[in-house]
């Protein structure tokens, strides 16, 4: 290894005299941080939305997986899986902004530069360009990479006694230079872009007129009145959740401006029909309790929620396109999703802009998401544009990976709560769920099944797909004791007992657990 020169001042400028000694690793190392920056850039600039240079990675790599690898991050990773999905898209992203930085730093070199900063910037900005088609996040993305390289040059080759010490190889220079500079950049662009993030939910729509029709004195009567029914037990979720939990095929959600957006009925029709955001809004609003359950979750999971909706009937909008001999209707979102299921689930089917008295959040659809009374969550499409009529089956998204969730949810109670009472009895609680069946009973054993009592219900809320709450009390039994819960529809039929996970039809049997008094 050949001694650095003591004095800076006496680097020479040729970068023949600065190449050399930097090795690999440092090189390495430098791309590295100017990736990180460029990741940083690219997301300051589209916070988390496909624009964003991990967005479509994500995205390709959720779509690409075998069916069996993404059933396995379903059922056993759960949102871990998602995680997992989004961490590996940030790492390849960082690893194709250091390739892109090695590349310009080679091809600057080739040109005779000393400064490589314009030419990384350039490599990363079309690679970002070319994962998302985005102008503005690419070029911050690029600008950022590009920072990172000019320093680590310009240090490398004038050097910097405050970071060099004194005997400080090129190399580390440069390696030191570039974790300085990257480091501002990664948390001012963090800061940018989760500021973004948290006001992306509304604002687009603020252009239009159109009122706020899911801000109606009836939706508040509707939440007075789920919030008046429910069971008063300590932990227990509310008949309006609190927080509705979120089912998507991307890490990143589509951030649609209602006045870009339309939705059009195609396919097997006498007419195809397009209408706007202002068309639909101007249009008679209904307000509606409805829950979803998705088939993806664990038998006594937490993917079950229930709010009021504002919207229109969507049979109002297809029907106007004339549907004479279709058998089935697929719907298409902007994410790239799309289900198809037979026609005659479409008849109470519900187009919602609204959520408990908001305009709808960007995460549950914005503009506008589908409804379809007593079917599993993935037909429930958001972010929809298309309803397409089609005349004969075909497979969705879900399906073409081998899962059945395009019908009516399976019937479960779900055993969410136990509390110990100041007078010693236990209390167990949760919700049932059985779609446009109803739920009509819930029982409890508390020796594992072998006797069964009546839980109190929640009274109902109006509806036609609407969970229900229910809560037990009990003077334990000496000691350890297996809890059952079983509920039975409007229709008298008893919650299978039969056990199943969730792929492919959606988990079924008894929720048991084990407690203690
Ligand atoms: N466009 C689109 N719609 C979608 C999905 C999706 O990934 N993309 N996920 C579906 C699934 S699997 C479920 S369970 C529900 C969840 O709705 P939520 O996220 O509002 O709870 O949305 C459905 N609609
Ligand atoms: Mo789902």
Not at 404 to 430: C, M
Not at 457 to 475: A, N
Not at 485 to 511: H, I, K, M, Y
Request: with cysteine.
């Amino acid at each position: 290894m050949s001694s650095p020169p003591t004095d800076p001042a006496d680097t020479s400028p040729e970068p023949s005299d600065a190449t050399p000694s930097h090795s690999w690793p440092a090189r390495i190392l430098v791309a590295l941080l100017a990736g990180v920056a460029g990741v940083a850039g690219s997301f300051a600039v589209a916070s988390f939305t496909p624009a964003f240079v991990a967005g479509p990675i994500a995205g390709f790599l959720a779509r690409r997986l075998p069916g069996a690898v993404i059933t396995f991050a379903i059922v056993v990773l759960g949102d871990f899986g998602d995680q997992l999905n989004v961490l590996t898209a940030l790492g390849i992203a960082t690893l194709l902004f250091a390739g892109a930085t090695l590349v310009g730093q080679r091809a600057d070199r080739a040109l005779g530069g000393t400064v490589s900063g314009p030419v990384v910037a350039a490599a990363v900005l079309a690679v970002a360009y070319a994962v998302t088609g985005a102008p503005l996040p690419s070029l911050a993305a690029g600008v950022a990479a590009g920072l990172v390289a000019a320093v680590a040059d310009l240090v490398a080759v004038r050097g910097f006694p405050a970071i060099d010490g004194d005997a400080a190889q090129p190399g580390r220079r440069r390696v030191l230079a570039a974790i300085a500079s990257a480091l501002p950049l990664v948390l001012g662009g963090y800061a940018l872009g989760a500021r973004a993030d948290s006001q992306s939910a509304s604002s687009a729509s603020s252009t239009l007129d159109v009122g706020e029709p899911w801000a109606v004195p009836e939706v508040d009567a509707m939440l007075a009145q789920a919030s008046e029914q429910s069971l008063a037990v300590a932990g227990l979720e509310p008949l309006v959740s609190d927080s509705f939990y979120q089912v998507d095929i991307n890490s990143t959600d589509p951030a649609l401006d209602a006045a870009d957006w339309s939705l059009s009925v195609t396919g097997a029709v006498d007419e195809e029909v397009t209408y706007s955001y202002e068309e639909i809004a101007r249009m008679e609003m209904e307000h509606r309790f409805v829950s979803l359950r998705c088939v993806g979750e664990p038998l006594n999971g937490r993917k079950l929620d229930n709010a009021v909706w504002t919207g229109v009937s969507i049979m109002d909008l297809v029907e106007p396109a004339g549907v004479d001999d279709g058998c089935c209707v697929m719907f298409r979102a902007a994410d790239g999703f799309y289900e198809e299921f037979p026609l005659s689930a479409l008849r109470d089917g519900f187009l919602a802009i609204g959520m408990n008295g908001q305009i709808l959040p960007r995460g549950h659809g914005y503009p506008a998401r589908a409804l379809i009374p007593g079917h599993w969550g993935e037909i429930n499409v958001k972010w929809i544009d298309e309803i397409e009529i089609l005349d004969r089956p075909a497979d969705g998204y879900w399906e073409k990976r081998g899962w059945h969730g395009t019908g009516p949810v399976n019937t479960v109670a779900k055993l969410w709560v136990d509390n110990r009472l100041d007078d010693g009895r236990i209390e167990v609680a949760g919700h049932a769920y059985a779609g446009t069946r109803d739920v009509e009973r819930v029982e409890v054993s508390t020796d594992g099944g072998a006797t069964w009592a009546d839980a109190e219900l929640s009274e109902r809320l109006p509806g036609t797909d609407v969970w229900r709450q229910w809560v037990y009390r009990y003077e334990p039994p000496g000691g350890e004791h297996e809890v059952v819960v079983r509920a039975t529809d409007g229709t008298g039929t008893l919650q299978p007992e039969d056990e199943a996970s969730a792929f492919p039809n959606g988990a079924s049997g008894w929720v048991s657990k084990t407690l203690r008094p």
